[in-house]
């Protein structure tokens, strides 16, 4: 699924427009012109190189407005946000004002004190949304902060003309010292009938224009940035993870990918050496190797498997191998009933059962034993391989190094599990080698 156009440049918050030039590497994250130049095209989050963005028409929500300005004005949660907490501050204004005045002995009703506060104070709640979709749509960086000053100093006089507007029409908007009573601006109550006071207008406005602006529209200012900031954050976390994720996904295949051509040309390597000794041999061969490509081919990219599905797929495996070795080969299954539906790596078991047979039983004249055993134990699933042959030691007393099949097998492991996983490779003293494998017992959820 394709992701979200952006509409801001990730280094310098320039707003880019749908149809302006922009910079894009495989997981859209966008830069302008200047930062991509900057960058040498190459992108500082995935180190993926940065291409010029196709142009798209301009967004139809409105010319010039990004879906990241309007989300403000279209989330219902910001707006019961905005009224919850300006309808809080009212209260608690309106609470510390009476409690001030009682004091000091002076009379005043209490609910016309707290209506007071709520005419003064929640016509702020109607212009914080937009308020939010204004630092939103305009965030101020380093490279713009001068010009966005300029920007804001004339809306927080817009907001403030807006304010005194609102609270213009409410029957609190100002006091009158004469009659010692408040009055609407806009509502004349002893014709009523409307009546706009200018002069009130004019006095609201120098009177409330220094806290407007410092006390509500530039807190909502820091607000909106803090959210903005907070929001890309997490979209940066949110690429990240999934760049990670397909990595690591990419990882897996390239390693399963590694393992099935080894595991096929072997196969096929011992069924050459059978061809011109017993072709009725060969041909069963053939036919076990074709039900275990169709197994294969079935699994797909699936990279997890249940054990019991993986233990027969090595079976079958070990059915070649017995048509080629004959009774010098044997296989002794200790597997608990209950870790057949345990999740395991498809492919984890034949790469270890055919490094058995090439560097263990191989390398003896006498009859060859491979014992493959699984236990559950603490939470804990463990897998284990061991065969009778010389084990992981040559003739100098030297460790060999592990082969194609297990070293991909330890980075899958490593991959998938990272460091709730142990391979353990050992010589037994009896002779032969041992291969353990721990991992998180996961079973299969129960289908209904």
């Given at each position: 699924m394709a992701l979200e156009m952006k509409t801001w440049c990730e280094i310098c918050g320039r707003d880019l427009a749908a149809d302006s030039e922009a910079y894009v590497c495989s997981y859209e994250c966008t830069y302008c012109e200047k930062c991509s130049a900057n960058l040498k095209g190459v992108c500082p989050n995935c180190g993926g190189e940065l291409n010029r963005r196709p142009r798209r028409a301009a967004d139809p929500v409105s010319p010039g407005t990004s879906q990241t300005a309007v989300r403000p004005l279209q989330s219902g949660l910001?707006?019961?946000?905005?009224?919850?907490?300006?309808?809080?501050?009212?209260?608690?204004?309106?609470?510390?004002?009476?409690?001030f005045y009682r004091a000091r002995n002076i009379s005043m009703g209490f609910w016309e004190n707290q209506l007071t506060q709520f005419c003064?104070?929640?016509?702020?709640?109607?212009?914080?949304?937009?308020?939010?979709?204004?630092?939103?749509?305009?965030?101020?960086?380093?490279?713009?902060?001068?010009?966005?000053?300029?920007?804001?100093?004339?809306c927080g006089l817009l907001f403030c003309v807006a304010h005194i507007t609102i609270r213009g029409a409410t029957p609190y908007a100002y006091w009158d010292p004469k009659v010692r009573a408040w009055h609407s601006a806009m509502w004349d109550y002893k014709t009523h009938s409307p009546r706009m006071n200018w002069l009130m207008f004019e006095d609201l406005f120098y009177s409330n224009v220094v806290d407007d602006i410092t006390g509500a529209f530039v807190p909502i200012i820091?607000?909106?940035?803090?959210l903005s900031y907070y929001s890309k954050l997490r979209e940066r976390e949110r690429r990240t993870a999934q760049l990670e994720a397909q990595l690591s996904k990419a990882n897996l295949h390239a390693l399963k990918s590694q393992l099935q051509p080894?595991?096929?040309?072997?196969?096929m390597h011992s069924i050459s050496g059978l061809m011109f000794a017993d072709v009725h041999a060969a041909d069963k061969m053939m036919t076990r190797l074709s039900e275990l490509l169709r197994m294969t081919l079935q699994d797909g990219a699936a990279q997890l498997t249940t054990l019991d599905r993986e233990l027969d797929f090595v079976s079958r495996y070990?059915?070649?191998?017995?048509?080629?070795?004959?009774?010098?080969?044997?296989?002794?299954?200790?597997?608990?009933?209950?870790?057949?539906?345990?999740?395991?790596?498809?492919?984890?078991?034949?790469?270890?059962?055919?490094?058995?047979?090439?560097?263990?039983?191989?390398?003896?004249?006498?009859n060859g034993e491979i014992r493959i055993a699984s236990r559950h134990e603490d939470n804990s699933l463990f897998l284990t391989v061991t065969d009778n042959g010389p084990g992981f030691q040559n003739t100098n007393g030297k460790g060999t190094k592990p082969g194609v099949g297990i070293r991909a097998t330890q980075e899958r492991l490593r991959t998938l599990y990272g460091d709730q996983?142990?391979?353990?490779?050992?010589?037994?003293?009896?002779?032969?080698?041992?291969?353990?494998?721990?991992?998180?017992?996961?079973?299969?959820?129960?289908?209904?």
């Open positions: 910001i707006w019961i946000s905005s009224f919850g907490v300006w309808s809080l501050v009212s209260i608690l204004a309106g609470v510390s004002i009476f409690q003064q104070i929640l016509p702020y709640a109607l212009l914080t949304p937009f308020v939010l979709a204004l630092a939103a749509r305009y965030p101020v960086t380093r490279q713009n902060w001068l010009r966005r000053s300029g920007l804001y100093l004339i820091l607000v909106g940035h803090m080894h595991f096929l040309f072997n196969t070990l059915d070649i191998e017995k048509m080629r070795l004959g009774e010098r080969l044997s296989i002794v299954h200790d597997i608990s009933p209950d870790t057949l539906d345990a999740q395991v790596p498809h492919l984890l078991l034949q790469p270890l059962v055919e490094n058995s047979i090439q560097h263990g039983i191989a390398k003896i004249t006498g996983h142990s391979l353990n490779l050992a010589t037994l003293s009896s002779g032969g080698a041992e291969v353990t494998i721990r991992l998180p017992f996961r079973p299969i959820p129960d289908k209904d």
